[in-house]
C-alpha cells in the first residue's frame, strides 16, 4: 500500500488498493471508497461528541485539518486543558473499535489513519490468509501500536467482549451480503451510547424480490414499491431495534444512507426500559396498492399522555378499506419497519460542516457533501415516498416536471422534499388523496386518451373523479431545493460501463 503522501488523503493507491482486495473493479471501490470516506467522516463527529466532554481534543495531520471544536474550527484553541488525540496515536481515553469483518484490514488502517481519539482498533477475520494480510498492511502502515489484528469468529469475539465486560464503543459491520447473524451479538457488545455502523448489500432481498427471505433475516416482509431503497434502511433499523429491545436497549439513528447496490445505517445503542416500552410505537406496517401504488401505514403501537408519564398501548386500525379507494386495487401488506426520522439533523449538519471545513480530506468529498446536503433537506417526519414518473405513468399522461410538480404542492399548503435515495422522488406530507388530486388537474392541461383505457383500469377510475383541489402550476422559487440551485453531485452516475458488484467468488 502507499503512504499518506497519496493525493485525496485516503493514503492507498489505486493500484494497491486493487491488489489489497483480490482484483475487486474500479467501479466498485469508487463506492466502496465513498462509504469509507462517510464512515471516517461520521466517526470524526461521533469521537468529538464522546471525547470533548473529557477533555480531549483533535487536531491536524499532515496538513488536513480535522473538525473538532464546536465552533466549527478545524485547529483547537492554543491554550486549553485537555489532551491532544491527533490520529494515528493511542488516545488514553478514547474510543476502542472493532471492525468485525475486516478482510484486509483496509477499514481499520483508515480509521488508524484518519480519525483521532482512538485508544485501540480491532481487526477482526474468521480466513487465516485475510489476518496475515492484515498484519503486513498494517506494519507497512505503521498503525501496528493502534490496530491489532485478530482471527476469530465475529459473534463469538462480541459475545465474549460482552461477558468480559470490555465493550467496543464502535463496531463496524460490514459484510458481504446479510448482516442478519452478527446483528445480535452486536447490539450487546456496543457500550451504552456506543455507534453501531452496519452495511447491507443484499438489495434484492430488501427491496421486494424475496420478501420470505427478507421476513427470515430482518423479522419483515419487504415491498417491491418504488419506495424499496428508502423501505430497505427503515427495515434494517426496525431489525437492529427488535434485537436490542430484547436486553432493554434502543437505537437512535444518526444517519440512514441508500446509494449505489447498499444501504448503510449509523445508530447509537442506548439502555433504558422506560424508552424500550415506546419502540412499538416506531414500527409500522405499509399497505401498498398493487394497482395506483398509493400507501399507507399502520403504527403497531400508539403512546398517549397520562398524567406525568405516558401510556402505551397497540394502535387502532387498519387505515384503509378492503380495496384501495382510488383504484379499488387490493393492498399489499409489508413491514414492519423504522416509521420514526431516519436521521439525527443536528448531526448530520456537524458532519456536513466539517467536511466543507476540511476540503482535499476525502477523494469523494464531492459525493459526500451533496448526499449529505440531499439528506438535510429531507422531511424526517414523513416516511417513505412517490415518484414523479410512477403517477404519471399510472395515469398514462405525460410527467411534469420536478419543480411544477412541487410547486403546485406548495401552492396546497403541503410541505414537500426530496430524498436522497431516489432521484425523482417526492417526499410530501400531503394525503395521497392530495396528490391524486393534482395529477387530475395536470390531466386536464395535458389530456389523456380515455378511449384507450379499459373501464377497470386504475388510470380510468382515478381520471373518473373530479378533482376537489384545483391545482397551480405556477413556479415558486422555494420549489427548487438548496441543494438543486447549488449544483451539488446529489445523484452521480455509473462511473464505467457493466459497473456494480459482481457475482460471489466460489472456491476454485
Known amino acids: 500500500w502507499g503512504g499518506l503522501g497519496v493525493p485525496g488523503g485516503s493514503g492507498v493507491s489505486w493500484e494497491n488498493r486493487g491488489r489489497a482486495l483480490g482484483g475487486i473493479g474500479r467501479g466498485s471501490w469508487v463506492s466502496r471508497e465513498c462509504q469509507g470516506g462517510l464512515c471516517c467522516a461520521v466517526m470524526t463527529e461521533f469521537a468529538r461528541l464522546q471525547l470533548q466532554p473529557k477533555g480531549i481534543r483533535g487536531r491536524y495531520q499532515l496538513g488536513v485539518p480535522i473538525p473538532w471544536m464546536d465552533t466549527g474550527s478545524p485547529q483547537p484553541p492554543e491554550n486549553g486543558d485537555g489532551d491532544t488525540a491527533p490520529p494515528g496515536e493511542a488516545c488514553e481515553g478514547g474510543l476502542r473499535v472493532l471492525e468485525a469483518l475486516a478482510a484486509s484490514g483496509l477499514r481499520s488502517i483508515r480509521f488508524a489513519k484518519e480519525v483521532p481519539g482512538l485508544r485501540a482498533v480491532v481487526a477482526n477475520d474468521f480466513s487465516a490468509r485475510a489476518v496475515e494480510l492484515m498484519k503486513r498492511n498494517v ?3 505503521g498503525v501496528g501500536d493502534l490496530v491489532a ?5 465475529a459473534r463469538m469475539l462480541m459475545y465474549q467482549c460482552k461477558a468480559d465486560r470490555e465493550p467496543f464503543d464502535v463496531i463496524d459491520l460490514d459484510p458481504y451480503g446479510s448482516p442478519a447473524p452478527f446483528l445480535d451479538a452486536a447490539v450487546q457488545a456496543v457500550s451504552e451510547g456506543g455507534l453501531l455502523c452496519v452495511t447491507c448489500t443484499d438489495m434484492g432481498v430488501m427491496a421486494g424480490n424475496s420478501a420470505e427471505t427478507c421476513y427470515s433475516k430482518y423479522g419483515a416482509v419487504s415491498l417491491k414499491g418504488k419506495f424499496c431503497h428508502e423501505m430497505a434502511l427503515r427495515i434494517i433499523l426496525h431489525s437492529l431495534d427488535s434485537r436490542a429491545n430484547c436486553y432493554q436497549r434502543f437505537v437512535v439513528p444518526l444517519l440512514s444512507v441508500s446509494a449505489d447496490f447498499y444501504v448503510r445505517v449509523f445508530v447509537r445503542v442506548f439502555t433504558g426500559q422506560a424508552k424500550v416500552k415506546a419502540s412499538a410505537s416506531k414500527q409500522a406496517l405499509v399497505y401498498h396498492c398493487v394497482g395506483c401504488g398509493t400507501h399507507h401505514l399502520q403504527r403497531l403501537g400508539k403512546v398517549t399522555s397520562h398524567g406525568t408519564g405516558f401510556k402505551y398501548g397497540a394502535a387502532t386500525g387498519p387505515p384503509v378499506g378492503p380495496t384501495c379507494e382510488f383504484c379499488q386495487q387490493r393492498h399489499q401488506l409489508g413491514g414492519p419497519m423504522w416509521a420514526e426520522p431516519l436521521h439525527d439533523p443536528a448531526f448530520v449538519e ?4 466539517a467536511l466543507e471545513s476540511s476540503p482535499g480530506r476525502f477523494q469523494t468529498e464531492e459525493r459526500m457533501r451533496g448526499m449529505l446536503s440531499v439528506i438535510t433537506e429531507e422531511l424526517g417526519d414523513v416516511p417513505l415516498y412517490y415518484t414523479l414518473d410512477s403517477l404519471s405513468s399510472t395515469i398514462h399522461c405525460n410527467t411534469p416536471s420536478l419543480l411544477q410538480f412541487r410547486s403546485a404542492l406548495l401552492h396546497a399548503g403541503y410541505r414537500v422534499s426530496l430524498s436522497h435515495a431516489c432521484k425523482n422522488a417526492v417526499k410530501t406530507d400531503a394525503p ?3 396528490l391524486w388530486d393534482i395529477m387530475r388537474c395536470w390531466a386536464k392541461i395535458h389530456p389523456v386518451k380515455r378511449e384507450r383505457l379499459a373501464e377497470t ?16 402550476f405556477t413556479l415558486r422559487d422555494d420549489a427548487n431545493p438548496s ?6 453531485k446529489r445523484f452521480p452516475g455509473n462511473p464505467e460501463a457493466f459497473w456494480g458488484p459482481k457475482a460471489k467468488a466460489k472456491a476454485g
Open 139 to 141: 506494519a507497512f502502515n
Open 149 to 153: 489484528p485478530r482471527m476469530a469468529d
Open 457 to 472: 383500469s386504475p388510470a380510468s377510475r382515478i381520471l373518473a373523479v373530479e378533482p376537489t383541489l384545483q391545482a397551480s
Open 350 to 353: 456537524r458532519v456536513l460542516a
Open 483 to 488: 441543494s438543486r440551485k447549488r449544483g451539488l
Open 432 to 434: 395521497p388523496a392530495v
